[in-house]
């Protein structure tokens, strides 16, 4: 079954890090299905935005045990990917706020 590119990026990620390389490092950071390969993740990213993507480094984050009071469970692994964009290309997440 052919994955769609909704699919395989799920989400940006927002955080101080990414925010900085965003600024900084023309880079943006998304949380992407565990299945995606980095082939995969460009592609989806070059035709949702519409921009060229130079390179993409992949992270799994491993799964963290979490506790609320005496219930204790398994928070899921997951994976994101930091895409380095050409210059000159950007991506608005927030439009202007």
Known sequence: MKKSESDIVL???QTEKSTFLQEK???VV???AQ???KIEIRKA???LFGVKVVAVRTVR???RWRRVGRNQG???SWKKAIVRLREGDKIEFMGGV
Do not use: T
């Open 11 to 13: 989400r940006p990620f």
């Open 30 to 32: 998304f949380r992407v």
């Open 45 to 47: 990213i070059e035709k």
């Open 74 to 76: 398994l928070r899921p």
């Open 61 to 63: 984050c491993p799964a």
């Open 25 to 27: 490092g023309n880079q």
């Open 35 to 37: 299945s995606a390969n």
